[in-house]
């Protein structure tokens, strides 16, 4: 059992792409809305105002362009007769390709700005609900802002990712398709099926544990992003495994230990190493043998080879 994170099949917080003010918003938080719905709209006037200049410089080398064509095209009758000379004629040529070609980079240029002023109506980029908006109405937003803030944020909850980090002795344990088991705190006695998605290829070095990825279905919506939820993996028993109280073990700065009994009466501390923590019982992954008599709440004061007297007939 190991605690996880929940996370949206797929999330993002939306910003505003342009600079302008905030005209109106469409949708708040909880709406249900379908990929490409508007949430709001920005006033964007300096942009309203580049596109004017835009349109103006394309007509303008248009006109350019159309009139170095026609030049270009009388120099080269005039070739034919020699009446001009071929440097000139080839100049005329280079002029109407120039010209030609700042024809294009004005369209570009427009049509770049015409893409921005596309960005002036904030869309969903995905089917979801809407769970912040943060747009109100004259709010400057966009590139020269004094803070960037997502206008909205978004989240697609009808299946989920969740997290988990899984102690490294687990790991070989840990495949695609493993089943598991899920409960959250607000639905007690409900458990959801989940199955292992990915693992990381990789152990953090300063927990120990590398993290793992499961898939679940979220039926009705009950499970929300960023929620915690215990998980339950399906891992198959191991004869090795050792099961004691947690009140055993000895803690010390040479590691943990068990603290058992001879049949010399003698106590001795065996340096165990502890696996899954299951609340009351602490599962021993080496160390330990079965059948060997421990000490349960030993003193602090318990050391190797101390005397002791078992009473309890059954011990």
């Known amino acids: 059992m190991l605690p996880g994170t929940l996370q949206a099949w797929n999330e993002a917080k939306i910003f505003a792409r342009v600079p302008g003010y905030v005209h109106a918003w469409y949708r708040d938080i909880g709406a249900k809305v379908a990929a490409g719905t508007p949430l709001g709209s920005i006033d964007t006037p300096e942009i309203d105002q580049q596109i004017i200049q835009a349109r103006a410089t394309l007509a303008r080398v248009r006109a350019e362009a159309a009139l170095a064509r026609s030049t270009a095209a009388r120099w080269n009758d005039l070739m034919i007769s020699k009446a001009v000379s071929v440097q000139e004629t080839d100049e005329k040529n280079a002029n109407a390709k120039t010209h030609a070609a700042a024809v294009d980079e004005a369209a570009a240029a427009l049509g770049r700005l015409m893409a921005m002023k596309a960005y002036a109506t904030v869309r969903a980029p995905f089917s979801g609900e809407v769970t912040m908006r943060n747009a109100d109405i004259g709010d400057l937003v966009g590139p020269g802002a ?32 493993l089943t598991a088991s899920l409960s959250i705190p607000e639905a007690p006695g409900r458990t959801f099926a989940a199955h292992v ?3 990381s290829g990789a152990v953090d070095s300063r927990s120990g544990a590398f993290q793992v990825q499961l898939i679940t279905d979220n039926p009705g919506g009950i499970l929300k992003a960023g929620g915690y939820a ?10 090795s495994l050792v099961t004691v ?17 001879g049949h010399d009466g003698h106590v001795h501390l065996l340096n165990v190493v502890p696996g899954r923590d299951l609340g009351g019982s602490v599962e021993i992954a080496s160390g330990l043998t079965r059948g060997t008599r421990i000490i349960d ?6 050391s190797e080879d101390e005397v002791v007297r078992v009473e309890a007939a059954n011990e």
């Open 297 to 302: 709440n030993p003193p602090d004061s318990i």
């Open 197 to 199: 998605a990915a693992a």
């Open 230 to 239: 215990q998980i339950h993996f399906d891992l198959p028993g191991s004869a």
């Open 245 to 261: 109280p947690a009140s055993a073990l000895v803690l010390r700065g040479q590691g943990t230990h068990v603290a058992t009994v």
């Open 146 to 177: 004094t803070a960037q803030t997502p206008l909205f944020a978004m989240a697609d909850e009808q299946r989920m990712r969740i997290y988990v980090n899984v102690p490294q002795q687990y790991g070989a344990a840990m495949h695609p398709g």
